[in-house]
T-cell receptor, first 113, second 113 residues
Framework: AQSVAQPEDQVNVAEGNPLTVKCTYS??????LFWYVQYPNRGLQFLLKYITGDNLVKGSYGFEAEFNKSQTSFHLKKPSALVSDSALYFCAVRDQAGTALIFGKGTTLSVSS | EPEVTQTPSHQVTQMGQEVILRCVPI?????FYWYRQILGQKVEFLVSFYNNEISEKSEIFDDQFSVERPDGSNFTLKIRSTKLEDSAMYFC???????????FGPGTRLTVT
């Protein structure tokens, strides 16, 4: 069965420092991978996706993610964190049998000034 | 930028009552979804809908649940007889035919007392 793991409940980083939010996946076949962000009292906002092609994917708000097939990882990164990046981040994989998204449990990113 | 909208933002109901959650997907999208997020837990897939019929559903989506697209714009989730464990945030999402990412609404918080 497909699954997504986000090993960290919370990531703390100082403003201006690089950030990484980790995600590993387990699928059979080629994965379709996504990152979403959720701000308080808001829905999930799409950040970026990996379907095929370049392993480094660029997305919204300066975020990028690196697909690593050998490590089955899809970590979210940003070179310089902003306080406004503080939110809940979800990694997701598309179900191989259909189009539903399977989400990780989420990682809370806290950026301090 | 077009958005998925959901009403109401918060619904309180008594156990055993029927509730209908409403969504207006992005207008040129063809695939529609419902997910739920119980407080402190993962976002879970409930059902997907395409071409006026259910295309996928999870084991959560039992006979108490139904979905409908009553007109060209609305997409509804009905829970026939609510249980305490139905208390959750319910998210609607939609997807265009040729793209893979789903766009989520802000959610409806359902509280069953």
């Amino acid at each position: 069965a497909q699954s997504v793991a986000q090993p960290e409940d919370q990531v703390n980083v100082a403003e201006g420092n690089p950030l990484t939010v980790k995600c590993t996946y387990s699928v059979s076949g080629n994965p379709y991978l996504f990152w979403y962000v959720q701000y308080p009292n808001r829905g999930l906002q799409f950040l970026l996706k990996y379907i095929t092609g370049d392993n480094l994917v660029k997305g919204s708000y300066g975020f990028e993610a690196e697909f690593n097939k050998s490590q089955t990882s899809f970590h979210l990164k940003k070179p310089s964190a902003l306080v406004s990046d503080s939110a809940l981040y979800f990694c997701a994989v598309r179900d191989q049998a259909g189009t539903a998204l399977i989400f990780g449990k989420g990682t809370t990113l806290s950026v301090s000034s | 930028e077009p958005e998925v909208t959901q009403t109401p933002s918060h619904q309180v109901t008594q156990m055993g009552q029927e509730v209908i959650l409403r969504c207006v997907p992005i207008s040129n999208h063809l695939y529609f979804y419902w997910y739920r997020q119980i407080l402190g837990q993962k976002v879970e897939f409930l059902v997907s809908f395409y071409n006026n019929e259910i295309s996928e559903k999870s084991e959560i989506f039992d006979d108490q649940f139904s979905v409908e697209r009553p007109d060209g714009s609305n997409f509804t989730l009905k829970i026939r007889s609510t249980k305490l464990e139905d208390s959750a945030m319910y998210f609607c999402a939609s997807r265009r035919d040729s793209l893979y990412e789903q766009y989520f609404g802000p959610g409806t918080r359902l509280t069953v007392t």
